[in-house]
């Protein structure tokens, strides 16, 4: 899984040439979501339901064989208290939202990508990144809507 493209068009055709699949969803100068694989991908979703405003290539669902995958680059948000705060947790309430439906699917589900700030499991150091108040906010912010969804999944 690959984030944070940043660029109107993906390299398809140099990872087939590598012997990979892929399937990407991109965006100029911002975003952008791709899987590669070395087996044949279904892409089943290339937005996150819930906004048919929303045209930030943040989200691909895809299925590899019998495992659907989540590829997902979340909402900087920064600062806390300004409209792109409000996108990020709304963002993050259509995804606790979808997953669950996907949770309640047969088929086993991946979910990676950029979750900035991450959670705690993911062994990033909280004490050294958390230096300022709008840090410390964004940091609770999310993980309070993380915290459902790891236990979901």
Known sequence: ?????????????????????????????????????????LTVSTTLAGDDADSHARYLEAVIGDLKIVNIYLPNGNPPG???????????DRLHRHLQKLAAEKMPVVVGGEFAPGHRIDGWDVAAYVTSLTTTVD?????????PLLGQM
């Open 139 to 147: 940091v609770i912010s999310c993980r309070t809507q993380l915290a």
């Open 1 to 41: 899984m690959l984030q944070e493209l940043k660029g109107a068009e993906f390299p398809a055709l140099h990872f087939k040439e590598l012997g990979y699949e892929s399937v990407a969803v991109a965006q100029k100068a911002y975003n952008g979501v791709a899987i590669l694989s070395r087996h044949p991908i």
């Open 82 to 92: 300004s409209d792109n705060f409000a996108y990020k947790l709304a963002w993050m």
